[in-house]
C-alpha cells in the first residue's frame, strides 16, 4: 500500500501545478510592469489632429487621468473601443490616447470608424514613447496620479470587468 | 555558352543586390556583434519563447534599433540592460538576478539533486543490507538436502 502513496502523492503535486496554469483569468503573456509607483515618463508629442500642437503627460500634473496606447493596427483595440466609449461618457477621468506606431491617416479613419472617446491624441509614429511605458502589446492603458504616478496599467483590452472591478475602485481612491 | 554566361552573370546580380538589401544591418559590425551579445540573453517580450536577437516582431526590431543606438552613443553593457529592466521588469532577462524571490530557481534544481542523491544512498544502503550472506539455520540446511534429493530422484 505504501508504495502506491509516493507516486500518488507526486501525481497530485503535478495536477496541483497545472492547475495553477489553467486558472481562468492567468494570461502567461502578463508581464507585471516595473513602471507601477514609479512616475510616468515624460514626453512631448504632436497631437494626432493637428500636427501643429503638442502634448506633454505634465499638463495633467494635479489630475487623476487614464493613458489609452492604441493603434488602427490593432485589432483588440476595436473590441476595446466600445468600452472606452462608455467610460468617457461617464465622465469618471479624462481619457488621453497615446497612437502608437501608426500612420496618421490610418488613426484618423479609425476614429472616425469606431469612435472617439479621447479628450485628445499624443500621435508616437515611430513607438520611441511606447517603448518608455514598456509597451509590449497594444492595446494597454495607464491609470496616471496627481502626481504624475503610474498607479495602474492594464495589459490588454480594457473590459467592463477591469472598470468595475480595478479601474473605476482606483480612480475613486485616487480622486479623494 | 552564351546562355550559361548570362546565367552566371545573373547570378552575380542578384548576389550583389542581396548584399546591398543586407548593408543596414552590418554597418557597424562591432555595434552589431555587441548588440546580438546583449540581446541574445534577453526575452523578446511579444513572442515571449524567442531571445530578443532573434526575434522578427515589429517591437523587437524597435528594441534593437534602440540598443544599436545606445552602444553608439557610448553606453554601457550595464546601461543597457538596466535600461531594458526598467521598463520591462527582470523578466526580460534570461539570467535573472539573485535574490530572495529567485533562490528557489537558483538553487532548486541543486536541492532536487541533493533528494536525489539521499534517496539513492537510502535505497542502495537497505538493498545492501537485504543482500548479506546469511549463515543458513540447522533446519534450513536439512530441507535444502531434501529438495536436492527429491530433485535427483524424480530425474
Known amino acids: 500500500m505504501r508504495r502506491f502513496l509516493i507516486p500518488l502523492g507526486l501525481f497530485v503535486v503535478l495536477v496541483g501545478f497545472l492547475a495553477w496554469g489553467l486558472k481562468p483569468g492567468y494570461d502567461p503573456h502578463e508581464v507585471p510592469s516595473p513602471l507601477i509607483n514609479k512616475p510616468a515618463p515624460n514626453f512631448d508629442l504632436t497631437q494626432l489632429a493637428d500636427p501643429k500642437l503638442k502634448f506633454s503627460p505634465q499638463e495633467m500634473r494635479g489630475r487623476v ?60 509614429g515611430d513607438g520611441r514613447v511606447g517603448i518608455n511605458y514598456g509597451v509590449y502589446g497594444v492595446p494597454e492603458t495607464y491609470v496616471i ?26 480612480l ?4 479623494q | 555558352m552564351k546562355t550559361v554566361m548570362a546565367l552566371l552573370f545573373a547570378l552575380l546580380a542578384s548576389g550583389t543586390l542581396l548584399a546591398r538589401e543586407a548593408a543596414p544591418l552590418a554597418a557597424d559590425v562591432a555595434v552589431e556583434k555587441r548588440m546580438v551579445a546583449i540581446t541574445s540573453v534577453m526575452r523578446c517580450l511579444v513572442c515571449q519563447n ?4 532573434a526575434s522578427q ?10 540598443i544599436r543606438e545606445m552602444i553608439k552613443q557610448g553606453k554601457t553593457d550595464k546601461q543597457i540592460r538596466d535600461f531594458m529592466v526598467n521598463r520591462y521588469g527582470d523578466f526580460v532577462l534570461y539570467r535573472p538576478p539573485m535574490m530572495a524571490s529567485t533562490y528557489l530557481l537558483w538553487f532548486g534544481p541543486f536541492l532536487l ?17 537485504q543482500l548479506e550472506e546469511k549463515d543458513l539455520s540447522a533446519a534450513e540446511i536439512r530441507r535444502a538436502e531434501e529438495l536436492l534429493r527429491q530433485q535427483e530422484a524424480g530425474r
Open chain 1, 65 to 124: 487621468w487614464l493613458l489609452n496606447v492604441w493603434a488602427s493596427w490593432c485589432v483588440s483595440c476595436r473590441e476595446e473601443a466600445p468600452v472606452l466609449m462608455r467610460f468617457a461618457q461617464s465622465g469618471a477621468a479624462p481619457l488621453y490616447g497615446l497612437d502608437y506606431k501608426d500612420k496618421r491617416d490610418d488613426a484618423q479613419a479609425w476614429l472616425a470608424r469606431f469612435g472617439n472617446p479621447y479628450v485628445l491624441n499624443a500621435f508616437d
Open chain 1, 145 to 170: 496620479d496627481k502626481a504624475g504616478i503610474i498607479r495602474y496599467k492594464q495589459i490588454g483590452p480594457v473590459t467592463d470587468a477591469a472598470l468595475r472591478d480595478k479601474i473605476l475602485p482606483l
Open chain 1, 172 to 175: 475613486k481612491e485616487l480622486n
Open chain 2, 50 to 53: 524567442e531571445s530578443l536577437a
Open chain 2, 57 to 66: 516582431a515589429d517591437l523587437a526590431v524597435d528594441l534593437r534599433r534602440e
Open chain 2, 113 to 129: 539533486l541533493a533528494f536525489g542523491l539521499a534517496g539513492l544512498v537510502v535505497y542502495l544502503r537497505r538493498r545492501g543490507a
